[in-house]
């Protein structure tokens, strides 16, 4: 029980120091202070901050990508449904009628797009799970799931129950924050996408 409390505040020392010297070492000479400073006006404190910047980061480039293609959707959806009436040949019989719809081959492509509409909805809901996630494992995995591992551990009937509740601590409050910093440095460092 002492190695693992021993592990678990020396990997949050360390960790907390590899990332905020990796968040430093990026920003500008300018802003290095800043970021370095560990107090009220610093940028991160902690891993699991530093997780949610990045979350809200990849949330309001959904936000800006869902208002553009919501006005392209808006802009496909009306040609795809627009037609023209032209009458019937007998006017006394309205049971027949023709019309014209130039654009009706857009029709396809306006289900697709609202299928990714959609899908950026989706994952806006999903950023705000993991976003709730990260507060639970910052306020309660380390004042109270990790504490309940540990008494359980010291009951020999307990024992397993404890070893996975504290392996699910080390998973939510380690892993899970720098697998979202991971996914993000990925998805605008890494990959370049073209802007269309």
């Known amino acids: ?12 020392a ?61 802009l496909i959806g009306f040609l795809s449904t627009i037609s023209f009436p032209l009458g019937s040949p007998v006017p006394a019989v309205n049971v027949i009628s023709f019309s014209l719809a130039p654009f009706t ?3 396809l492509l306006s289900n697709a797009h609202t299928v990714i509409v959609e899908s950026i909805g989706y994952l806006i809901s999903v950023l705000w799970a993991k976003e709730f996630i990260l507060i639970f494992a910052r306020d309660c995995i380390p004042l109270l799931l990790f504490p309940i591992g540990l008494v359980l551990r010291a009951f020999p009937f307990f024992r397993r129950t ?29 990959f370049k996408p073209a802007d269309f």
């Open 162 to 190: 404890g070893s996975s509740v504290i392996a699910l601590c080390f998973a939510m409050y380690f892993v899970m924050p720098f697998a979202i910093i991971l996914s993000n440095y990925l998805i605008f460092d890494m």
């Open 14 to 74: 360390f960790l907390n120091g590899v990332s905020n010297g990796l968040l430093v070492s990026t920003l500008p000479p300018s802003l290095q202070g800043f970021a370095s400073s560990n107090n009220l006006g610093g940028l991160t404190s902690s891993h699991l901050n530093l997780a949610m910047a990045t979350l809200s980061l990849i949330e309001a480039k959904l936000k800006a990508q869902y208002i553009d293609l919501y006005l392209f959707e808006a």
């Open 105 to 107: 081959g857009l029709t």
């Open 1 to 12: 029980t002492a190695f693992i409390i021993l592990f678990w505040i020396g990997s949050d």
